[in-house]
């Protein structure tokens, strides 16, 4: 899933330091399951604003609404009724694919992302999330021992580890585990590490990547 | 044991003699002072057969290393210029390459690079669009094919003639994958590696002999690395805070054991027994000296442990 988080109060009261209606819209997508933009933390996120606003004396209304999906126009048109109510600030919880789907349906809105969209990945476990991929467009794990030196490695190389790999943890933190050093292990493990994977890997074709500009992907026999 | 030489590398040609090469480091200065590279330049002059000149190394800027190399040279000393895959793509990286060959450079030394995160541009985006394996390849390709990563041809005797280096890491971990990882840069056709500092003899020997069993020493040069501990502080420091370096206790209790004053004698002296170990083990061609921001240092530690062009013959 796409994993995002909360932006900082401070920024988001930023955001609508001078708006006195606010709409705050969720997600049922990903954001939920990541516990960062769903029915419940929009719920939080606005009780939170009007506090606030009371506290300073303003005068502030916040609304909520949590979508099935934000990256879906089917799904966007859902806000029609409430964009007609005139809001002076929308806060989109939803990855940041969400805030750019309602600005295109909705182009008159003041729309801003209230999370930092981070990364894919998963929950490792209760509360704590990893990346695990970077979208490269041409997936190569099974090379890998199932494991992805592209997102998990520091310096994505192809033929790791570096010589800063140190107990098992990579050199820019002892809290990332260094993939390289599982990929190696499993490796020697199943006896593959002079065999199989003896020759070196090529260099990566990146033009499947985000380097190749921006992607799309089109599936005729699904288009109307 | 002589080998082919193919370069117009001198360091090429003491390792092809069979000689005990040894090589130094120069860290090009964070401004662009010529007057810096020729200070320390001249220290390493006649000692060594040939210099590294590190590249941004921790991700600090720094004068370019090629700039620093050619100043070097100019000083009457071989450069090994260093390029790291961490902040130049593909394209730039062959046109530093053919750059750098046109500009006299012989000894062409690939690294990955220390990750921004190191350094003094933590906000930078890095690149690392090959690695240093690949990068190994592409130089090889280049000079031995006479092709770009494109398959564009380069004219004979236009391709760059460079003696490609690398680096191997015996104390990084997995312990026991990095020999093959060292045998994946040989395969790429590296001439050869010099190792990170080397503090830990038994865990070095060990790496060494099983890189002898292999063949790859036949391959490719392996040169071991040196830096002289300068106190008890650093020897902490490099044990506890430096990834992928390994102090054995011993050498702290022995630094331990001597008055603080009397600390970089009984250093160098370290180095000099590992240096005389080094010449008598099997598949170590060289020595590698990194005494960075200590270039003065250099003729001494080379005098005591009698090595380099000025103790030769
Ligand atoms: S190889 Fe590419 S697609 Fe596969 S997990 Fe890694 S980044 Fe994602
Ligand atoms: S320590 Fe491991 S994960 Fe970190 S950059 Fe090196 S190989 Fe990659």
């Known amino acids: ?224 | 044991m002589s080998r082919e030489v193919r370069t117009k590398s001198n360091l090429e040609k003491v390792l092809a003699s069979g000689q005990f090469a040894v090589t130094g480091e120069l860290g090009p200065p964070p401004n662009a002072s010529r007057e810096e590279v020729v200070e320390k330049a001249k220290h390493l002059k006649g000692n060594v057969d040939s210099v590294n000149i590190t590249d941004n190394q921790t991700a600090v800027v720094r004068m370019s290393s090629l700039a620093a190399a050619l100043i070097l040279q100019e000083q009457g000393t071989e450069a090994n210029m260093q390029m790291v895959c961490r902040d130049r793509n593909r394209i730039a990286m062959q046109s530093d390459i053919l750059g750098a060959a046109a500009l006299g450079i012989n000894n062409l030394l690939v690294l990955s690079g220390d990750h921004q995160k190191f350094g003094d541009h933590a906000q930078a985006k890095n690149v690392f669009d090959m690695d240093s394996v690949n990068l190994i390849r592409t130089i090889k390709m280049m000079r031995d094919e006479r092709r770009l990563l494109s398959g564009r041809e380069l004219p004979e005797g236009s391709e760059p003639r460079l003696f490609i280096g690398g680096a191997y890491n015996p104390f990084a971990d997995p312990e026991d994958y990095r020999v093959l990882r060292a045998a994946k840069k040989v395969e790429a056709g590296v001439d050869f590696l010099q190792s990170q500092c080397i503090y830990d003899m038994p865990r070095f020997k060990k790496f060494i002999a099983r890189a002898v069993d292999m063949g790859l020493t036949e391959k490719a040069y392996f040169m071991a690395g040196i830096t002289p501990l300068k106190s008890l502080g650093m020897a902490k420091y490099m044990k506890n805070s430096v990834p992928g370096i390994s102090v054995p206790d011993e050498l702290i209790e022995r630094m331990k054991g001597v008055p603080k004053e009397k600390q970089v004698d009984e250093g160098i002296k370290i180095a000099c027994e590992q240096i005389e170990e080094m010449k008598n083990t099997k598949g170590v061609a060289g020595v590698h000296l990194m005494l960075i921001e200590w270039e003065h240092m250099v003729p001494r530690l080379v005098q005591e442990a009698k090595l380099g062009p000025s103790q030769r013959k």
């Not at chain 1, 930023?14 to 933009?37: E, Q, W």
């Not at chain 1, 943890?169 to 002892?174: G, H, M, N």
């Open chain 1, 1 to 224: 899933m796409i994993v995002a988080q909360r932006k900082p109060f401070e920024e988001l009261k930023s955001f609508i330091a001078d708006k006195k209606k606010v709409l705050v819209v969720g997600c049922r997508g990903c954001v939920t399951v990541c516990n960062a933009g769903g029915t419940k933390e929009v719920g939080i996120l606005a009780s939170e604003l009007r506090l606030d606003g009371q506290a300073a004396g303003r005068e502030l209304t916040v609304d909520e609404y949590t979508l099935e999906r934000q990256c879906d126009p089917e799904y966007i048109e859902e806000l029609l009724e409430l964009v007609e109510k005139k809001y002076d600030a929308i806060l989109s919880m939803a990855c940041s694919v969400g805030p750019q789907f309602i600005t295109t349906r909705y182009k008159d809105e003041n729309v801003y992302p209230a999370l930092n969209t981070c990364f894919m990945g998963g929950a490792q476990q209760h509360g704590i999330w990893v990346e695990r991929c970077q979208g490269c467009g041409n997936c190569v794990i099974h090379l890998f021992g199932g494991m992805c030196p592209i997102s998990r490695c520091a310096k994505s190389l192809q033929n790791g580890p570096c010589g800063g790999s140190s107990d098992g943890v990579c050199e820019i933190s002892k809290e990332v585990d260094c993939v390289w050093h599982l990929i190696a292990t499993k490796m020697m493990e199943t006896g593959k590490a002079e065999t199989e994977f003896g020759p070196a890997q090529p260099i990566k074709d990146w033009s499947t990547s985000r380097d190749g500009g921006p992607r799309k992907i089109v599936r005729e026999e699904l288009v109307k």
